[in-house]
Nanobody, 126 residues
Framework: VQLQASGGGLVQPGGSLRLSCSAS????????TGWFRQVPGKDREFVAG????????TYADTVKARFTISRDRAKNTVNLQMNSLKPEDTAIYYC????????????????????WGQGTQVTVSS
């Protein structure tokens, strides 16, 4: 499975961006898809995750109420709508896939994910 993240860019504080993660090689069916982000010198940080089978979602406290993760069955993509962006949201964002349904206590752990996309840069700056 190859994952492709897209949609990053430069946006002003308070603005919005929509990231997309597409999969080639197979469907997301049965998977959990997560979004993580990383800045230089820091560990990769969990942002949000969605369990494909039932649409169950989990968010990091830092993005709750601002970001929304969703799945598009027809396009086999997972999207991350990011609103009210802040400078501290600046990072490289990665999508990741785990070939099973993760629960809320495990969805935030990077080592639960087998497949990773190449990352897309999000910069929030005026």
């Amino acid at each position: 499975v190859q994952l492709q993240a897209s949609g990053g860019g430069l946006v002003q504080p308070g603005g919005s961006l929509r990231l997309s993660c597409s999969a080639s090689g197979r469907s997301f069916s049965g998977y959990t898809t997560g979004w993580f982000r990383q800045v230089p010198g820091k560990d990769r940080e969990f942002v949000a995750g969605i369990r494909w089978a039932d649409g169950s979602t989990t968010y990091a406290d830092t993005v709750k109420a601002r970001f929304t993760i969703s799945r598009d069955r027809a396009k086999n993509t997972v999207n991350l709508q990011m609103n009210s962006l802040k400078p501290e949201d600046t990072a490289i964002y990665y999508c990741a896939g785990a070939p099973r349904g993760l629960i809320k206590t495990t969805v935030s752990r990077p080592n639960e994910y087998t497949y990773w996309g190449q990352g897309t840069q999000v910069t929030v700056s005026s």
